[in-house]
């Protein structure tokens, strides 16, 4: 008997050791897919590519993105809370059972670098990505086949109150995602990011040592030297006395038509540099071009350089010009790079000294009005920087805080039932008290 509760017991803390474990893995991989929904259709659209399913709309792939990410999440905090457990464990053991096969193939052929599975904030390579999921396999057959050994659940009078919260919370920050600009930047080119460092190859440093050896007596020297002609040479091997760190972001030019290459200039400026994203200029949104040729004015006025950057045609370019009477030069660039600086077309970079001091989408662009505002010729670096602290430290907040109260009032609503009950079956046993002294008395009366 007791060998039975132990191995219940055992069993109890693996289920909800993987409960806990996959509620997390859920909510942070939804979380940081909802965060960028623009960069994970970006990703899905490179499957199909991968998988010949060409020519899907991009708007459909923004849907299925939101999608996605929002179901990741919500099943997260469903784990994490306790409700509706048989259909979520049962979701989540299929979700599993499906891209764990998935993730294999994508590791024996390899057809997409990466699986985009925590988007920018966490890269997984192939391999890595179906090791995971072969445990979160295990971890979900074990909360479906046993999720009656779940220690916490939600009571079903309160249980409404955890979708109530959850869609609420990731339809906010999908859309303020979608609407603005990412609410957490996990890019190279996030405010505050130095551009400089981020385009750098900085190769391994080594040294070579030598070995020697004379009447059983070994020593390494850092140059190939004799201590003297009795020493016998045994060989080499490297070491390496500083790691090296590949480039953050590649292909980082911006080419004019004489091919000339503007990146080193707007790096090596101590001051403040505007780059214009368009992405491409066929769909680039047409509304706020009298505010950019403003900004371009202003800039020009005060010597600042802006410059806009495009991976469209010369064709499309010129076309550009005539449609929006912008002056400022176009520059091309990679089309990938410029999706991966700013998540909007168009959407404006704020470079000073090599730092990225500021980012907008196009729905955001700063007035010339604001920018005379501010104490500074330009937005202070030190303010956007704090700025991008305050986003994601509000949304942890704004995750954190309800879900607690939710659990407390689930608690206190708990404790005002069993105190109920208590009061209801004290008062119950005291009539019945009261019953069976007045049947003694009568009895004794007779």
């Known amino acids: 008997m007791a060998l039975q509760s132990k191995k219940r017991a055992v069993t109890a803390l693996l289920v909800n050791v993987s409960r806990l474990l996959l509620a997390a893995v859920l909510v942070v991989s939804g979380f940081v897919k909802a965060v960028d929904p623009v960069g994970l259709s970006y990703k899905l659209g490179e499957y199909a590519g991968a998988f010949g399913l060409l020519g899907i709309d991009e708007g459909w792939l923004l849907f299925g993105a939101a999608m996605l990410s929002a179901a990741e999440f919500l099943l997260g905090v469903f784990l994490l809370m306790g409700v509706y457990n048989r259909v979520v464990t049962s979701t989540v053991f299929l979700f599993f059972l499906f891209f764990t096969p998935f993730t294999l193939i994508l590791a024996l052929w390899n057809p997409v670098r990466d699986c985009g599975c925590f988007g920018d904030a966490l890269v997984l390579s192939n391999w890595a990505t179906f090791g995971k999921n072969v ?13 009656r ?7 079903l009078v309160n249980r409404w109150m955890v979708p109530a919260f959850a869609l609420c919370y990731i339809a906010l920050l999908e859309g303020a995602s979608l609407t603005h600009l990412p609410v957490i930047d996990f890019r190279p080119f996030a405010v505050g990011s130095n551009l400089r460092e981020a385009v750098e190859d900085v190769p391994a440093v080594q040294k070579t040592i030598y070995k020697f050896e004379k009447a059983g007596q070994v020593m390494e020297f850092d140059e190939f030297t004799y201590p003297d002609s009795t020493w016998n040479y045994l060989g080499s091997r490297s070491e390496t006395i500083e790691f090296g760190r590949p480039a953050r972001v590649l292909d980082f030019a911006f080419l004019d038509a004489e091919d000339e290459d503007y990146a080193p200039e707007i790096l090596a400026d101590t001051g403040y540099v505007c780059l214009l994203v368009l992405s491409r200029l066929e769909k680039a949104d047409e509304s706020r071009v009298d505010k950019i040729n403003d900004l371009y004015d202003y800039c020009s006025e005060r010597g600042v350089p802006f410059y806009a950057a495009t991976s469209s045609d010369e064709e499309a370019s010129e076309l550009w010009r005539k449609r929006t009477g912008g002056e400022y030069p176009l520059l091309w660039a990679d089309e990938i790079m410029l999706k991966t600086i700013v998540r909007s077309n168009p959407g404006l970079l704020l470079i000073k000294d090599g730092r990225v001091a500021g980012k907008w989408n196009v729905a955001d662009l ?28 509000l949304w942890i907040m704004l995750f954190a805080v309800p879900l607690t109260a939710i659990m407390f009032i689930d608690m206190l609503t708990a404790a005002v039932r069993s105190l109920l009950v208590f009061l209801r079956l004290r008062k119950r046993r005291d009539k019945d008290k009261e019953t069976e002294t007045i049947d003694v008395n009568n009895n004794t009366n007779l």
């Open 366 to 393: 700063p007035s010339v009005e604001r920018i005379e505002r501010a104490p500074t010729k330009m937005p202070d670096s030190v303010r956007s920087v704090y700025t991008y602290i305050r986003g994601w430290r």
């Open 135 to 147: 445990v979160l396999l295990i971890c979900a057959t074990l909360c479906c086949f046993k999720r």
């Open 149 to 155: 050994l779940f220690i916490r659940k939600m009571s």
